[in-house]
C-alpha cells in the first residue's frame, strides 16, 4: 500500500523514492522508467552538452512518460564552466516544474526558478546548509550523509545522525540520502524522519535494466563490495566518493605527495569526458565514475519497475516485522 507523505502530495509521486541527478547517467530512458515506476526520475542537465540538448533530452522524457519528472543542475569546480543559466531557462521554458539543485551558491537558480512557479530540491550535507537553503526558499531538502556517490561536502557526518538531527531540526520536507539501496536502508530512512522523509537513490538506479551506462559497468558494480569506493580531492576541498580503482588510486597517491597537490596535477585524469568512456566502453579502470558505498549492497540488475515494486514490498514486510515485535512485546 503506497506511504502518503507530504513529499509524494508535492511531488505528485506514488513511492517516496527520487533518482538523484547522476553526471552522464540521468538519461530520458532512466529517468522514464523510474517515474513509470512511481518514484520521480531525474534528469541531469550538464550532461547534455549545451541547454538545447537539454530541450531535447526533455522532449525525449516527456514522450517516454506521463509521469512528472524533474532536473538537477549541479554547481562545483568545473574544467569548463558550464553556462548554468542557460541550462535553467531552457528546462523552464520546457515547462519542467521540479528542480534539484546542488553544490555551491545556487542562490541566484534558485530565485529563478522560484520565480516560475518551481518546486527547488536542494542537496546539503550539514544542516547548517540545510538551514540556509531552507532561507533562501527552496522546497525540499535533500540531506546527504557521508556514504554518498559523489559530492559528500568535507564535514564526513554520516547518515544516520544527519537524519535525526534533520528530523529534529527542519521545518520543510526532505530527503533521504547516501547508503540506500535496499528496503532495510529506506525503512530505517523513514523510521528517521516519519512523515517528513522521503529517499533518494542514485547508485542503486545505476545497476538497473534502463540505466544507460555498460553492461560490464553494471556488473562490476554487482561484483564490488562496500570497501571499493574512495574519497578524491580532500585535499581540493571538493572532495567525492569515486569507485576504487587505478585511475583513482593514481589521483589519491598524488594528492598525498609531499607539499599536496594543485588540480592541473591531476585535470587529465578525473576529467569527466574520460569518465564518460567508462560508461561507454565498460572499462572500468578508464577513468573516475562515481560510486556510493552502497554499491556493496547491490547484487542484481533489476528493471526499474521491479526495483521499486521490490523496495515498496520490503518496506512494508520491515514495517509489519517491527509492529509483531511490539504487539509481542506488549503480551
Ligand atoms: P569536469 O570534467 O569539469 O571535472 C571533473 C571533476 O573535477 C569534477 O568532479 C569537478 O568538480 C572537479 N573539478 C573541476 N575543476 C576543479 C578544480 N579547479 N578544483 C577542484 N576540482 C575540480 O566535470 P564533469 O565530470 O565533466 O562534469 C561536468 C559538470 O557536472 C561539473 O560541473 C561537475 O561538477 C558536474 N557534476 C554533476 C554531477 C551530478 O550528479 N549532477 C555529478 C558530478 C559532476
Same mark, same amino acid.
Given at each position: 500500500?503506497? &506511504? ?27 529517468? /522514464?522508467?523510474?517515474?513509470? /515506476? ?12 549545451n541547454p ?30 558550464p553556462d548554468y543559466a542557460g541550462y ?32 527547488? &530540491? ?26 554518498? /556517490? ?62 544507460? &551506462? ?27 566518493? #569515486? ?21 592541473? *596535477? ?11 568512456? #567508462? ?8 577513468? &573516475? ?31 509489519? *516485522? ?6 509481542? /512485546?506488549?503480551?
Open positions: 500500500m503506497p &506511504i502518503v507523505t507530504s513529499i509524494t502530495k508535492l511531488l505528485n509521486i506514488r513511492v517516496q523514492l527520487n533518482e538523484g541527478g547522476m553526471q552522464w547517467v540521468g538519461l530520458p530512458r532512466l529517468v /522514464a522508467a523510474v517515474s513509470d /515506476a512511481g518514484g520521480l526520475g531525474i534528469l541531469t542537465a550538464l550532461t547534455q552538452p538545447d540538448a537539454l530541450r531535447n533530452a526533455i522532449k525525449e522524457t516527456r514522450a517516454l512518460t506521463s509521469k512528472p519528472f524533474g532536473v538537477n543542475i549541479t554547481l562545483l569546480p568545473s574544467i569548463n564552466p535553467a531557462r531552457a528546462a523552464v521554458e520546457e515547462g519542467v516544474k521540479i528542480f534539484e539543485t546542488a553544490g555551491h551558491s545556487p542562490g541566484e537558480l534558485i530565485k529563478y526558478f522560484k520565480t516560475n512557479g518551481c518546486i527547488v &530540491i536542494h542537496k546539503c550535507t550539514t544542516i547548517r546548509h540545510a538551514k540556509s537553503a531552507a532561507k533562501h526558499g527552496v522546497d525540499v531538502l535533500s540531506i546527504d550523509g557521508f556514504e554518498c /556517490a559523489g559530492h559528500p561536502g568535507e564535514e564526513d557526518i554520516g547518515g544516520l545522525v544527519l537524519l535525526a538531527r534533520a528530523a529534529k531540526e527542519l521545518k520543510i520536507p526532505y530527503l533521504a540520502s547516501g547508503g540506500i539501496a535496499d528496503a532495510r536502508g529506506f525503512a530505517a530512512a523513514l523510521a528517521l524522519g516519519a512523515s517528513l522523509t522521503s529517499v533518494h537513490v542514485g547508485t542503486r538506479f545505476m545497476c538497473t535494466v534502463e540505466s544507460p &551506462i555498460h553492461q560490464k559497468i553494471k556488473e562490476k558494480i554487482v561484483a564490488s563490495t562496500e570497501q571499493d569506493t574512495v574519497h578524491i580531492f580532500r585535499t581540493l576541498n571538493n572532495t567525492a566518493r #569515486v569507485f576504487k580503482n587505478k585511475v583513482s588510486m593514481e589521483v589519491v597517491s598524488i594528492e598525498r605527495r609531499p607539499g599536496g597537490a594543485k588540480f592541473e *596535477d591531476v585535470r587529465e585524469l578525473v576529467s569527466g569526458q574520460r569518465g564518460r568512456v #567508462v560508461y561507454e566502453k565498460g572499462d572500468p579502470d578508464y577513468g &573516475i565514475w562515481s560510486a556510493g558505498i552502497c554499491i556493496g549492497l547491490i547484487n542484481d540488475i533489476p528493471t526499474c519497475e521491479d526495483l521499486v515494486l521490490s523496495l515498496e514490498k520490503g518496506v512494508e514486510e520491515i514495517i509489519s *516485522d517491527m509492529n509483531t515485535i511490539v504487539v509481542k /512485546a506488549k503480551l
